[in-house]
């Protein structure tokens, strides 16, 4: 994921690369689909609960993008201070790209609660309290 972050500069919110940039889906769907092709790779009974968490938390951390379209990158740096978003303003130009990434997030995000909830207690408490990138 770091390669990722790098190469649509996560790291820097100011120059944060937009969804709508060719380069941007081009990159993300190819890492999107090293992601499936690792997890298809895996042998039956590998993928449990738990790292199918960590599998969705990835896919999500690919298409996290599409969330800040109503954002400036000044709303990412201290003091985190966020401006009203003005919602529905300049929807009708909304690509097909973020419909289908908000899709996904919404698709993984369900995902995860299902992983989670299926849990039982012992596995529960060995899960990290804290998943971080970068």
């Known amino acids: 994921m770091e390669q990722y972050s790098t190469a649509i500069s996560w790291d820097d919110p100011a120059?944060?690369?937009?969804l709508a940039e060719?380069?941007?889906?081009?990159?993300?769907?190819?890492?999107?689909?090293?992601?499936?092709?690792w997890k298809e790779s895996l042998a039956p009974g590998v993928l449990n609960q738990s790292l199918s968490i960590f599998y969705h938390v990835n896919i999500v951390y690919m298409h996290e993008l599409v969330l800040y379209v109503d954002h400036d990158p000044e709303d990412?740096?201290?003091?985190?201070?966020?401006?009203?978003?003005?919602?529905?303003?300049?929807?009708?130009?909304?690509?097909?790209v973020y419909i289908d990434a908000l899709s996904t997030v919404q698709s993984?995000?369900?995902?995860?609660?299902?992983?989670?909830?299926a849990l039982d207690i012992e596995s529960l408490q060995a899960l990290p309290s804290l998943i971080t990138f970068g």
């Open 15 to 18: 120059n944060m690369d937009s």
């Open 22 to 37: 060719p380069r941007v889906q081009y990159t993300t769907s190819g890492f999107h689909k090293q992601l499936k092709d």
């Open 76 to 96: 990412f740096k201290p003091p985190f201070v966020v401006k009203r978003v003005a919602c529905g303003e300049g929807r009708e130009n909304l690509l097909p």
């Open 108 to 117: 993984s995000t369900q995902a995860i609660l299902d992983a989670f909830l």
